[in-house]
């Protein structure tokens, strides 16, 4: 271990020219941080005429490469092992760059996104935004940022409680100040984002966070309807991008493995901003013939109207990284069907037929396993809990239903990764 690492300048000598610097490599993204970890070895490469004729000028360059290289090693899990004992420049310029590829590796593929909507209300949207967000951290080991899109917050409060979700609602740091922007207040940055609270078996959640909403979310929506900014064009464009501008200045996309997004029963500007931003749709679905015209004219309504805008506007507009300009359909996701023990199906005779139709309509995209209504659901949402945690439980356990939210959340996430 050289002494300018194990011996840090004493005050007298900081009174002089700094001999050691201690740097860390950190910065606000991978990029940013992978870039940092290449000046090093280039700037020892640029110095190699002075190193050699002076060995004590390369004393506080070295300092900072061996503190560096060892520092990184516990962050990025690295296997620049020995690191200690190393500190000759060859050696450190080649673990310096090992973490430099390292962070390479590590530079996850973007989020996949996903909305998950319904014009109609009360199908199991954010029932199923809950529970797919825990099924994904639970059972894929998945890093999910939940973004509640809905002014009627039910997904901020089943995630974060309501005495935290008031107290986080009266603060403001909610989405609201996403779409605050357009009406010319700066963009939150990550302290609209929150580390959720819910669920008995807590060790998974840590992996689940949430952009919570709040009731002033629907005012707002109303202030960008009538809101304007310069040009026609790019202003219906810039309101719409703005979840797409607010990822992209947080660098959240290369944080978490999927994104989120509970969509109010609503197609408006809020939720266009959800689809701008999402490589793909999930519909929930409650077998009933409404839904039958109901999902071919959302779809329609998604890839040929929402879609087929946005995508004329971004040629107007200014560029947007975050912006996914197609929209796939994951997939229908059918919830709240109805057992009838009589039935050759295992259905009610309605749903039987509903559910018949709707596979002839959908073909694979009508994913199974089917949601089972259950009296034991509303239970976990009241009590916070995703269905996981309640697989012993007559309403629950008993009937099986963990075990369709756990199989549909690996059907959803072998589909996500297509997307
Ligand atoms: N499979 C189910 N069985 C029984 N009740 C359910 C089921 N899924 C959801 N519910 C209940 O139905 C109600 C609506 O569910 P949820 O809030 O998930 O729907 P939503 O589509 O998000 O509604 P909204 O359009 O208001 O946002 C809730 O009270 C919930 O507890
Ligand atoms: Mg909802």
Redesign the pocket.
């Known amino acids: 271990m050289p002494k300018w690492v194990t011996q840090p300048p004493s005050r007298r000598d900081e009174l002089g020219p700094h001999k050691t610097r201690f740097l860390s490599l950190s910065g606000p993204s991978n990029a940013s941080v992978r870039e940092l970890a290449g000046e090093y070895p280039s700037s020892v490469d640029e110095r190699t005429e002075e190193f050699a004729s002076d060995a004590s000028a390369s004393e506080p360059l070295l300092g900072d490469m061996t503190w560096t290289a060892g520092t990184e090693r516990s962050r990025f899990d690295h296997t620049l092992v020995g690191y200690r004992a190393s500190y000759r420049v060859d050696i450190l310029k080649r673990r310096m760059y090992g973490v430099r590829s390292q962070i390479q590796v590590q530079d996850p593929a973007v989020a996949k996104r996903v909305s998950?909507i319904?014009f109609?209300?009360?199908?199991?949207?954010?029932?199923?935004?809950?529970n797919l967000a825990a099924g994904l951290a639970r059972y894929h080991d998945a890093r999910v940022l939940l973004v509640d899109m809905?002014h009627?917050s039910?997904?901020s409060i089943v995630c974060l409680g309501s005495d935290v979700w008031r107290n986080i609602a009266e603060s403001g740091d909610t989405v609201n100040r996403v779409f605050k922007n357009f009406l010319g207040s700066t963009l939150p940055g990550r302290k609209i984002i929150h580390n959720s609270r819910f669920g008995e078996h807590k060790s998974y959640r840590a992996r689940v966070d949430i952009v919570p909403a709040n009731l002033d979310l629907d005012d707002t929506e109303i202030e960008l309807t009538s809101s304007h900014q310069g040009n026609a064009i790019k202003s219906e464009w810039n309101k719409r991008t703005l979840m797409c501008r607010w990822i992209e200045d947080t660098d959240v996309d290369s944080e978490y493995d999927y994104i989120i997004f509970?969509?109010?029963?609503a197609t408006k500007i809020v939720s266009q901003n959800a689809i701008a931003a999402s490589h793909g749709y999930i519909i929930?679905v409650v077998p009933e013939a409404v839904m039958e015209r109901g999902a071919p004219h959302l779809r329609n309504m998604i890839q040929a109207g929402i879609d087929v805008k946005l995508s004329a506007l971004s040629a107007m507009g200014d560029a947007m990284p975050m912006y996914a300009p197609e929209t796939r359909l994951v997939g229908l996701v059918v919830?709240?069907?109805q057992t009838g023990p009589r039935a050759a199906s295992g259905y009610t005779d309605d749903h039987t037929q509903h559910l018949q139709s709707l596979a002839r309509q959908w073909g694979g995209f009508l994913l199974e396993p089917y949601?089972?209504?259950?009296?034991?659901?509303?239970g976990?949402?009241?009590d916070r809990v995703p269905v996981y945690d309640r697989q012993n439980t007559q309403n629950v356990g008993r009937r099986g239903?963990h075990t369709q939210f756990r199989e549909l959340t690996a059907t959803l996430r072998a589909r996500m990764e297509e997307l």
């Open positions: 998950v319904n109609k209300g009360g199908v199991g949207k954010t029932t199923l935004a809950f809905d009627q039910s997904l509970d969509c109010a029963p929930p919830t709240r069907v949601v089972s209504q259950g009296t034991g659901i509303p976990t949402l009241t239903i």
